[in-house]
Nanobody
Framework: QLQASGGGLVRPGGSLRLSCTTS?????????????MAWFRQAPGKEREFVSA????????SYADSVRGRFTISRVNAKSTVYLQMNRLTPEDTAVYFC????????????????????WGQGTQVTVSS
C-alpha cells in the first residue's frame, strides 16, 4: 500500500527528495491523514534505523541526530504523500530508504521505534558516491 520513490545516485553534497504515497482501494487503505509517518533506512550489513517521522497533521517532526539540519520531512495529506528532502548528502547516507506508517491513528507523539510501524513501503535505494 505504501510506495516509495525518488532514490538514485547522487554525488556527495548533493540533494534528493524521496516521496511515499499510499495506493489501493479507498475502502481498504487506511486514512492517510490519521496516521503518523516515518522514514527508516538500512545500509548493507546494518540494521534498519530511524531517520525521521512526522505527526498525522504535520505539527510534530522528529529526526535522527545524524540527519538533523540536513533532512526535512513533510507531508501533504490531500495527496496522501510524505516527503523526505535530503540535502548535503554524504556517503554515510547510502542505504535503502523505507517509508512506514504508524499502526495507531491520531497518536499524540511521533515514534522512533520500528515496532510502532506496521505498514512499510518497498524501499528506494539512495547511493551517495563520487
Amino acid at each position: 500500500q505504501l510506495q516509495a520513490s525518488g532514490g538514485g545516485l547522487v554525488r556527495p553534497g548533493g540533494s534528493l527528495r524521496l516521496s511515499c504515497t499510499t495506493s489501493g482501494r479507498p475502502d481498504v487503505v487506511r486514512p492517510f491523514s490519521r496516521h503518523n509517518m516515518a522514514w527508516f533506512r538500512q545500509a548493507p550489513g546494518k540494521e534498519r534505523e530511524f531517520v525521521s517521522a512526522i505527526s498525522y497533521n504535520g505539527d510534530e517532526r522528529s529526526y535522527a541526530d545524524s540527519v538533523r539540519g540536513r533532512f526535512t520531512i513533510s507531508r501533504v495529506n490531500a495527496k496522501s504523500t510524505v516527503y523526505l528532502q535530503m540535502n548535503r548528502l554524504t556517503p554515510e547516507d547510502t542505504a535503502v530508504y523505507f517509508c512506514a506508517q504508524d499502526s495507531a491513528y491520531y497518536k499524540d507523539y511521533v515514534a522512533t521505534a520500528i515496532d510502532d510501524y506496521d505498514a512499510w513501503g518497498q524501499g528506494t535505494q539512495v547511493t551517495v558516491s563520487s
